[in-house]
């Protein structure tokens, strides 16, 4: 069985109905306009079916957005990643799609609404800070927001049930610390910052913080739970405790207990104060609880998110190991595509070979959907290959396939572009400036100190030089046998926090030209410290992907002598590292693909 599903499943016409059933709902409540987001309650990136409400009411099916819907006008709000993507899943005669942040749903309900209008939301579906950007951006205009409960629930009526996944233990020996070491840290922080309780809302921090692993979101390895750690060291664990063994509860210990879900906002009136929450993250409906008990509340970060984006050693090499085996299947998935007649497969042959490969290289899933675009299907930045939408790759086109694997030590992601025949001059000179951008971070020294802000230039510098730029952040944030896209750092303009040695980033710029071609080179990176001849504090990158970088698009004569070394450094890399670990038939198209740039 696939892990991917390649059917389609969204009809841009089934949006209508369901918007008139959202508006009559709305008339009955006295409610001028509802607010419709991608996220759950924990706010993730990627949402499990029984969550997917902006999907099923709107038919986007992006990571990112929201809808508002008044009784005349309803408006999908996307970044410039999904502005190609929106245009074949939303019907515009239903859903007009807006432009976001350059507009902002305050600006756009201002002119949607009356003076005094009344806006619903859900409040677990929001942050805190979600909720005071659109109170102050709606100041003076009368709007009032109106919690309520989840108007789309209402007229779901085939919802799906929540995940009900089964929890797992994620060894020490591969997070580099147990639960008992990783809770007296945390305990020990909110000591030091006079804080009594901390809530924890983001699957993934409480996954890291008790060592366990689940299957409730398709490819990312979590439990859907919410969380409480005091600063004596115990926890509250509120997730369904069928998902949990005896094997796993003795793992967690007596200091962990384990409640149902549904105890969670009850819980919450009972906490010693101050109780950490973090604005960012937390929905306004814990905010809500725990004020109108009474109990004092200290905004601060999520504290276990910087201590889990700081890669232990172990988590490291867990990742060094699951990066060796995943290069195996990407280097076998390249050669296989070379090895086809174009015209004669398609972008899904593509991703099930790949995902294939993955399987027998160890991977216990795929860390994301694949990406995997021809031609103009490569300029959707998120495209996820259907029935409907799948083409048959052909001459002179380029292949954009993004991907990713999910293995017990390590989570991949990387992206190659492959010239499928002879690439356009135009292409070649865009993908050359993409490449220079990835070799400029890959090399980048930088003093300690600096944020993903302060770097993320470099990688753009070659495009913004012929005027050219892309629409998407630099670098995320990527887990350690956990999710491929981890906050709070990034590598982009918005990203304020210092990097530090043992973030793992991606390193992905890359150029779209709508309707005919889409380019990114992706490699993940890690944070190390960096030699200073005077003894500055300094930080570099380690390169975790090895798998070989196509020349054929490559303008040879665009690229310095310092750029050229590196590249011909890193394929001698991937060939001394990963050609002992491919199959014999493979080895032959691994040598020709790492050979030196200029022989």
Not at 7 to 14: E, F, M, N, R, V
Not at 317 to 343: K, T
Not at 396 to 418: A, C, V, W, Y
Request: hydrophobic residues 45%.
């Amino acid at each position: 069985m696939s892990w991917q599903d390649f059917s389609a499943t969204l009809d841009p016409a089934a949006a209508g109905p369901r918007i008139a059933a959202l508006r009559d709902l709305m008339a009955r409540r006295g409610l001028d306009a509802v607010i419709v987001p991608r996220a759950d309650a924990h706010q993730g990136e990627y949402v499990a079916d029984a969550d997917a409400r902006l999907r099923w009411l709107t038919g986007f099916s992006g990571s990112a957005g929201f809808a508002i819907v008044t009784a005349l006008k309803a408006g999908v709000f996307i970044d410039g990643r999904y502005r190609v993507q929106v245009r074949a899943e939303v019907d515009p005669s239903i859903l007009t799609p807006v432009p976001w942040p350059e507009t902002t749903a305050s600006a756009w309900l201002k002119k949607a609404l009356p003076q005094g209008g009344a806006l619903g939301y859900d409040p677990w579906l929001h942050t805190r800070a979600e909720i005071e950007a659109l109170e102050k951006g709606l100041a003076g205009s009368g709007i009032v927001l109106r919690p309520i409960a989840n108007p789309v629930d209402a007229i779901w009526p085939d919802r799906p049930a929540p995940p009900k996944g089964a929890a797992r233990v994620h060894d020490a020996a591969l997070a580099g610390a147990g639960p008992a070491e990783k809770r007296a840290a945390i305990a020990a922080a909110l000591q030091a910052a006079g804080q009594r309780t901390a809530v924890l809302t983001m699957p993934d921090s409480i996954a890291w913080l008790l060592n366990i692993r689940g299957a409730d979101i398709p490819r990312n390895p979590i439990v859907q739970a919410f969380a409480t750690i005091d600063a004596e060291e115990r926890v509250g664990l509120f997730a369904d405790p069928d998902k949990f063994d005896d094997k796993l509860r003795a793992h967690l210990g007596n200091e962990v207990t384990i409640s149902h879900p549904a105890q969670f906002a009850p819980a919450l009136e009972q906490l010693q104060g101050p109780v950490r929450l973090d604005a960012d993250t937390a929905p306004e409906a814990v905010f809500r609880a725990v004020e109108e008990a009474g109990i004092a509340i200290a905004r601060d970060r999520d504290p276990v998110a910087l201590p889990k984006a700081r890669k232990t050693l172990a988590e490291i090499e867990g990742m060094r190991a699951a990066h060796r085996r995943d290069a195996v299947a990407v280097i076998r998935a390249l050669a296989w595509v070379d090895g086809r007649e174009p015209g004669r497969f398609t972008e899904i042959d593509v991703a099930r070979t790949l995902e294939g490969f993955r399987r027998e290289a160890g991977a216990i899933d795929i860390s994301f959907d694949t990406i995997c675009g021809a031609g103009p299907n490569g300029a959707i930045v998120h495209y996820r290959v259907t029935g409907a939408t799948n083409r048959t790759v052909e001459n002179g086109e380029l292949l954009l396939l993004d991907s990713g694997g999910q293995f017990p030590d390590g989570t991949t992601d990387i992206t190659r572009t492959i010239a499928i025949g002879a690439p356009a001059e135009a292409a070649r000179d865009a993908y050359t400036r993409v490449l220079q951008g990835m070799i400029a971070l890959s090399r980048l020294r930088f003093p300690n100190g600096l944020s993903g802000r302060d770097i993320e230039a470099v990688a753009r510098a070659p495009l913004w030089t012929a005027g050219m730029d892309f629409d998407h952040g630099t670098g995320h944030g990527v887990g350690a046998a956990l999710c491929v896209h981890e906050g709070p750092l990034r590598i982009s303009r918005r990203s304020e926090l210092p990097l530090e040695p043992g973030m793992i980033f991606s390193n992905e710029p890359g150029y779209y030209r709508e309707g005919e071609w889409g380019i990114r080179i992706e490699n993940l990176i890690v944070v190390e410290p960096a030699a200073s001849p005077d003894g500055r504090e300094m930080l570099g990158f380690e390169t975790l992907t090895l798998v070989p970088i196509d020349k054929r698009l490559i303008g040879i004569g665009m690229l310095s002598r310092a750029e050229i070394a590196w590249l011909d450094a890193y394929h001698a890399r991937v060939r001394d590292e990963i050609g002992p670990l491919v199959p014999e038939d493979v080895r032959g198209w691994l040598q020709q693909a790492t050979a030196p740039l200029q022989g």
